[in-house]
């Protein structure tokens, strides 16, 4: 079309850049709808470009499995904790009497080894979480992605020279058109054909490149999730190896007593143990309500839970596996009960962080009468783990904990606050979902009438916890003010400084050994169990 007069340039242009637009919309419809062949793109991008479109939808797909299976197993864990503790709870009623002290060993022989086979399998599931799936997402993230990108791209630049083209062949048909215009088409194809030529180059090597990293990198990643179970089963099948004397020693005791009372004629049908009555503790701490510890302290969390919380921040923000690995249960109860009984314990003597927040932990579990979040806000809670919106999550999260019970609200804020220092520091490859995952269900549970949602909704619990942990500043906002910075512990004179902050979690340590001791008692002759073995070993 010819410039009318008075009609300015730029007008002429803009006209120009609209039809060619439209040109490039209509190609893009004919292809779609099957009117019009794609005679521009080669076969080689376009297989390419469809293999590493399945690439990335099969890894986002097996990504989100491994996710979603890590915190059942997290769950299972948690529960396979509380069973080691039922072992060794009842190791411990039973130590003191020596009719039962083999029956007390052999509990306790059970009890550590569920701790230490829970451990191993937080390992394999820190593995499966860090070395597989979190370097899968990444790849869907970053290569396959630029490579969708620079296919689009590609499209774009396929769908504009094809338009130029069907421009100059429509000029060339119609009759009158000026030779100069032509001309100017024809260069215009030209230049376009470059342009093309150059973005096809680079796209078929960026789909190249992004197709053999997909496969390279998710077969190492296969390797090291067989790998991963491989060390799983191996070493727990080398315990159980050498358990086995040990299992045979006991049965051969069994045999050996029941001889000894057939041949005196004791034996007995049933036993029936007389329940002792023991004299309760001076004051009750573990077990009680908020409301009257923090009445009776007179400060707004307990005071042994504030002096914990500074133990913590001076002395375990370097420990690996904080919060997740287990404290001796021995300690553990040790500690609970001298508290219990009204001590002042000095927490300074304590050499194990991990006997620390087993403490804590058993305290936030056994709160009465109802949980820290207490169960009617449970359903709340969930709800809100399902919103998106970060904004209105969190604004949620507000609403929510205000309306919780004065010191609940207190003791969420440290918690919370306490959980995302842990998270910031490297060392301890505990980042908030990992805290989440052993935090939240100590903090968060349904209404005992409805145990059962427990499994259904503990991926959702373990994301809103999350969340607290990592915009504690946000939700509290107006609380009690800006969050005062806590200590971080001083590093020994000569150590190097700390790496920055990361929320990166890691597979944890390694787990308890079990321990190696003679139960049996001297009132008949004793077997000779081999040693248990160490899980180290």
């Known amino acids: 079309t010819e410039v009318a007069p008075g009609q300015t340039r730029g007008r002429y242009h803009t006209m120009k850049r609209i039809k060619k637009s ?102 394999l599931n820190a593995t499966l ?72 180059k680079d796209t078929r090597h960026l789909l190249f490149d992004a197709q053999y990293v997909a496969e390279f990198t998710t077969i190492e990643r296969m390797c090291d999730y067989l790998e991963a179970y491989h060390a799983f089963f191996q070493k727990g099948l080398r315990w159980l190896a050498q358990m086995l004397p040990d299992i045979n020693e006991y049965r051969l005791y069994i045999d050996r007593r029941k001889e000894e009372l057939e041949q005196e004629s004791k034996v007995r049908q049933t036993m029936v143990l007389s329940p002792q009555i023991l004299a309760g503790p001076k004051q009750k701490t573990f077990g ?57 314990v000095d927490l300074d003597t304590i050499m194990d962080p991990h006997v620390v927040t087993g403490m804590v932990k058993m305290f936030l579990r056994e709160l009465q009468p109802e949980p820290l979040l207490t169960y009617d806000r449970y359903q709340d809670f969930i709800n809100i783990a399902e919103i998106e919106d970060t904004s209105l999550k969190v604004a949620e999260l507000r609403k929510a904990i205000d309306s919780l019970p004065v010191p609940n609200k207190a003791l969420l804020r440290e918690l919370m606050e306490l959980c ?26 349904p209404p005992e ?54 929320t990166t979690s890691a597979p944890p340590p390694k787990p308890a050994p079990v321990p190696n001791s003679n139960p049996f008692p001297t009132s008949s002759p004793p077997p000779n169990p081999k040693p248990a073995p160490s899980p180290a070993s």
Not at 73 to 98: C, H, R
Not at 289 to 305: A, N, S, W
Request: with cysteine; proline share 5%; charged share 30%.
């Open 22 to 123: 439209l040109s490039i919309a209509k190609q893009s419809v004919l292809e779609r709808t099957n009117n019009r062949e794609n005679t521009q793109e080669s076969e080689d991008v376009a297989h390419r470009a469809q293999q590493c479109d399945d690439a990335s939808f099969h890894l986002r797909k097996i990504t989100k499995c491994i996710q979603k299976e890590a915190m059942t197993i997290g769950v299972s864990i948690q529960d396979g904790n509380m069973l080691a503790d039922a072992f060794i709870d009842w190791s411990q009623k039973t130590k003191e009497d020596p009719e039962l002290s083999v029956l007390g060993g052999v509990l306790n022989k059970v009890g550590e080894f569920q701790v230490a086979h829970e451990d191993l399998r937080a390992k």
């Open 420 to 445: 995302q220092l842990v998270a910031s520091y490297p060392e301890t490859k505990m980042g908030a979902a990992n805290l989440a995952t052993v935090i939240g269900p100590n903090i968060l549970m």
């Open 449 to 502: 009438d409805d145990e059962g949602s427990i499994v259904d909704d503990i991926a959702l619990a373990n994301m809103v916890v999350t969340s607290m942990i990592q915009h504690v500043d946000r939700i509290f906002t107006g609380g009690k003010g800006t969050p005062t910075p806590s200590p971080k512990p001083t590093p020994p004179p000569g150590a190097r400084p700390a790496p920055a902050p990361s």
């Open 129 to 200: 979480t860090n070395d597989v799936g979190d370097a899968l997402r990444s790849l869907a993230k970053t290569e396959l992605a630029a490579a969708k990108e620079q296919k689009m791209k590609y499209d774009r630049m396929r769908l504009s020279y094809d338009a130029t083209l069907s421009e100059e062949a429509n000029l060339k048909k119609a009759k009158g058109i000026k030779p100069q215009k032509i001309q100017e088409a024809e260069d215009e194809s030209a230049r376009m054909r470059a342009e093309f030529s150059r973005v096809g």
């Open 288 to 344: 009680e309500t908020l409301e009257v510890i923090t009445q009776r302290d007179g400060t707004p969390i307990p005071k042994f839970i504030s002096k914990a919380f500074a133990y913590i921040r001076t002395k375990a923000l370097r420990e690996e596996g904080i919060f997740r690995v287990s404290g001796t249960k021995r300690e553990v109860l040790d500690l609970k009960n001298r508290i219990d009984e009204g001590q002042d």
